[in-house]
């Protein structure tokens, strides 16, 4: 059960929604379930159907195949007749019992927020028993997806029944749960379930019981049907054949091509007409620095450019006073602006989607006089401080404030305070800059193109000088006024790894040598050297101690996709880098296949042995690891 419950299952819908637990069958976080639905996709996110409880009898004997943890005890421990569990195309899991073997599929249908839980009964060398039943017991939770429920007099226990449908409304003004099933037939419960723990939430500090409510039975005939499903969804389901809808959904993921590019279809999500990108799963929504540090690999190396074209258009129509949200919050309210490195993103992701495309009539008439706006914004300065200083370079940052993406705070305290000028912002900027350059030039808007080379010109000048540190051969991480902060970070990195670089060769290769050997592990580069005394080599603790750690030494795998760039632009594309590169991109790929059921987490311990932490799936970790697999 140990190993059982670490590796944990996700299915999701294209909308937001989800459905993800452990292979054991137990649900170790409050955000396990077998329907977590988007109510407003893609956020909105509330979780509706938590799991069925299953019994399998045979001839009398009940087999439950359920596991929970409950105070002091895991009840059942159907985890015990679980033979074999398998993710694709689906999570699927055969429990044998009796030398019968009952196989158990879950899937989600793209586009809505439905999942399908399928069952089928086998007799290897036998027959089917005459009175063989399965009972299914339906746990609702009904609740935002970020908190946990209890026995409460407001829930209505009633349910209705329509054919082959039943309609659960346990409370006003929340989104019904229809159960479409295949034959069974219904027995009234009305049960509170009490006590589960959820030993993740434990983990991590926060409140981990929960009480769930089982408002019916529906009972399968296993003789007269071996074949039996469920059908969860947050609408009136049509009549349809099960079968159709799987077959369907097995042919759409074939389509996608190999494993990463599925596990990147997983963060694709429509927002209203438009796509945008889930930054990690079970807890993030959609932000503007995942989502533009992830297009490249998600859309872009998978060959999906309509969906590209759509995400700078969502982001597009979301920018303010020169800025790209950083955040859209979970019901929907304003988005935030409080980021100074999603919006210099924005221009890496319109170039990389240009050079792959080839499309700049369409960066022209859509997207050009943004990007256009946004440099102009910058140059007169914006909210947080952010404005261009006269060496060219970008200076950012006020007290209290986090823009970069080392933005944890523990209440008031800023753990990792970078304010000034942060030496990742710079290296964005100048290669923003270029890119204006080079899109003005194309569009013969001299001017312009003019314009943005003097700004450019002055910030590659200056930047050495500002930022060069003799005495560890490698780049100050920030620079504010005469304060010159030299953590060895993994930040100095993308000054070697954009498209448009200000460093000379000698300079570039001595910061690939410093990180290499400072920061690199088998699963990303560490957040801080391990030397330097604020370190931390582990991630866990309640979320004050996780988030006091989350960038001071933690390894975070989507830092392996710019370090891999960056070392083949120092050593070449020689036989032996690239050997080198592929060494380190098979880990990570082994991590994905193995413990990962598919997915690549958010980050890992910066200590061996380097346990996975915070979401068991993030988009850029997918997408940097594709995007440096097509850089040989």
């Known amino acids: 059960m140990h190993a059982a419950i670490k590796r944990e299952w996700l299915e999701t819908n294209g909308l937001g929604g989800f459905a993800s637990s452990t292979i054991a069958g137990l649900n170790t976080r409050r955000y396990h379930g077998l329907l977590i639905a988007a109510t407003q996709p893609p956020v909105g996110r509330m979780l509706l159907l938590a799991k069925l409880e299953e019994t399998l009898v045979v001839e009398g004997r009940r087999h439950d195949l359920s596991a929970n943890r409950y105070p002091g005890v895991v009840h059942p421990q159907g985890y015990l007749l679980l033979k074999e569990f398998r993710h694709y195309p689906f999570p699927t899991f055969v429990y044998q019992v009796e030398g019968l073997e009952l196989e158990k599929s879950v899937f989600m249908v793209h586009g809505e927020n439905t999942s399908v839980i399928q069952y089928a009964l086998r007799a290897p060398g036998g027959a089917i028993p005459a009175d063989g039943t399965l009972e299914l017991r339906p746990l609702i939770a009904f609740r935002d997806y970020h908190v946990t429920t209890h026995e409460n007099g407001a829930l209505d226990p009633r349910f209705l029944l329509d054919a082959n449908c039943v309609k659960v409304t346990p409370y006003p003004g929340l989104p019904s749960l229809y159960l479409q099933h295949s034959g069974a037939s219904i027995q009234a419960a009305g049960y509170w379930f009490r006590n589960f723990e959820y030993d993740r939430e ?6 981990f019981r929960e009480d769930l409510f089982n408002p019916l039975v529906l009972v399968f005939d296993l003789h007269r049907a071996a074949s039996v499903s469920v059908l969860a969804s947050m609408e009136r389901p049509a009549e349809r054949s099960i079968a159709e809808l799987r077959a369907a959904e097995i042919a759409r993921r074939e389509a996608l091509g190999g494993p990463l590019a599925r596990a990147a279809d997983q963060f694709i999500v429509a927002r209203g007409s438009q796509a945008s990108v889930i930054a990690g799963y079970p807890w993030f929504a959609d932000w ?28 597009a129509g979301y920018v303010d006073r020169g800025m790209l949200p950083n955040r859209f919050p979970d019901a929907g309210e304003t988005p935030e602006y409080n980021t100074v490195d999603a919006t210099l993103w924005f221009f890496e992701a319109v170039r990389a989607f240009a050079a792959s495309t080839e499309d700049y009539d369409f960066v022209h008439d859509h997207l050009y006089g943004v990007l256009a706006g946004i440099i102009s914004w910058h140059e007169r300065g914006t909210r947080y401080g952010i404005h261009v200083d006269s060496d060219g370079l970008l200076s950012a940052g006020e007290p209290g404030v986090a823009l970069t993406w080392m933005d944890a705070r523990v209440g008031d305290w800023v753990v990792t305070p970078r304010r000034g000028k942060p030496v990742e912002i710079q290296a964005l900027w100048y290669n923003a800059l270029r890119v204006m350059e080079d899109l003005a030039h194309r569009y013969a808007y001299g001017a312009d193109s003019g314009h943005y080379r003097e700004i450019a010109d002055r910030a590659r000048n200056r930047f050495p000088q500002l930022f060069w540190n003799e005495a560890a051969g490698c780049l100050y991480d920030v620079v504010d006024g005469d304060t010159r902060d030299a953590s060895m970070r993994p930040n100095q990195i993308f000054a070697v790894s954009l498209f448009h670089q200000m460093l000379p060769p000698d300079k570039a290769k001595a910061v ?7 920061l690199l592990t088998p699963y990303g580069l560490r957040t801080l050297a391990p030397g330097d005394p604020r370190y931390r080599g582990r991630y866990e603790g309640d979320p004050a101690s996780r988030d006091s750690a989350y960038h001071q030494g933690t390894a975070w795998p989507w830092l392996m996709g710019p370090f891999v760039s960056a070392y083949l632009y120092v050593h070449g594309h020689s036989s032996e880098a690239q050997a080198q590169t592929r060494e380190w991109i098979a880990e990570l790929r082994r991590y994905a296949t193995e413990e990962g059921l598919g997915q690549l987490p958010e980050v890992f311990d910066g200590d061996a042995p380097q346990r996975a932490g915070g979401s068991i799936a993030q988009a850029w970790s997918v997408a940097e690891l594709l995007r440096a697999s097509l850089l040989e």
Do not use: H, K, N
């Open 512 to 518: 690939v040598d410093a990180v290499e050997r400072q």
């Open 288 to 315: 503007g620095r995942d989502t533009m540090i992830a297009l490249p690999g998600l859309t872009l190396a998978t060959g999906r450019y309509d969906a590209a074209r759509s995400i700078l258009l969502a982001f």
């Open 202 to 207: 434990r983990e991590r500090g926060l409140d």
